[in-house]
């Protein structure tokens, strides 16, 4: 499924199961939202009232009242007439269903520059999505680092969660991740959390790999690397820039580009002052 629908004047985010109404949370519940993701999938027809209860109850009886009471709810949250009743057969949604990315809404008059980096995001987001181990690649350090931070904010906005950036240093010291590392990294793969690591070496690159891998993981990371040049480790795929495109590093992104990072180290305890005698 799409990462993001636009349904009138809302925003679905199925991955985060959020639907945002006007920029703002519309607090959709568990049922009403597979409701939602039902008429989404059955948008070009009718859903019956009996289809739709296989899909939110698989394998349980319930009553109709059950039904009409998520159809209330997300009536509520889509605002008025976004969800019709067809008489005796069921429901659809009454507006269109869009695929949403949320960085074409900013575009404007761009350079031909900045189109290739637009285009060149829009494709890195959609490869970390669908392979979720990705490293770009790329010798020039602007380029890559416009590239990535434009990639970062699409994966911000289409999961609606923060990106959280690492430090390669925190990830691969010769050892693999500190302990207090490692849990910090254990609860963002439970969350299926977006991981960056810039200018990851392959040493960086094969710990994030065994942490994304790992077979107890309920969610799993999704993990963006970058590197001026690296050859793919097992399961990875690398996205590899034009190599006749270079930047003047003034156009490097700043570091106050509007995402949300949240960096993680881990803090080294002092050592403990001798007992006074």
């Known amino acids: 499924m799409t990462h993001a629908f636009r349904i009138g004047r809302c925003v679905v985010l199925p991955r985060t199961r959020q639907v945002l109404r006007d920029g703002r949370d519309a607090r959709v519940g568990g049922r009403a939202f597979d409701l939602l993701l039902a008429l989404i999938e059955t948008r070009e027809r009718v859903a019956s009232a009996e289809e739709l209860i296989d899909r939110i109850w698989p394998q349980v009886a319930v009553e109709p009242n ?25 429901y659809r949604l009454a507006v269109p269903v869009e695929p949403f990315d949320p ?38 350090e602007a380029l890559r680092a416009r590239v990535w931070q434009a990639a970062s904010e699409r994966l911000r906005q289409t999961s609606g969660s923060p990106v959280w950036r690492l430090a390669p240093t925190v990830l691969a010291d010769g050892s693999g991740p500190a302990p207090a590392t490692r849990r910090i990294l254990e609860r963002l793969r439970r969350d299926g959390a977006v991981v960056v690591v810039e200018d990851a070496d392959r040493r960086a690159r094969a710990a994030m790999a065994d942490l994304a891998s790992d077979p107890d993981a309920a969610g799993g990371l999704f993990v963006l690397a970058t590197a001026a040049r ?20 003034a156009e490097r992104a700043p570091a106050a580009a509007p995402l949300r990072w949240r ?15």
């Open 66 to 90: 059950n039904l009409y009471v998520q159809v209330w709810a997300l009536r509520r949250a889509l605002g008025p007439g976004a969800l019709a009743t067809v008489a005796r057969r069921g």
């Open 103 to 140: 960085a074409r809404q900013a575009r404007g008059g761009r350079s031909p520059r900045d189109r290739l980096i637009d285009t060149l995001a829009d494709d890195l987001t959609r490869a970390v999505w669908t392979h979720r181990r990705i490293t770009l690649v790329g010798s020039d």
């Open 230 to 249: 690296a050859r793919s480790l097992p399961g990875e795929r690398l996205f590899r820039l034009p190599t006749g495109v270079r930047l003047p590093a």
């Open 263 to 277: 960096t993680r180290s881990v803090p080294q305890r002092p050592a403990p002052e001798p007992a006074a005698r």
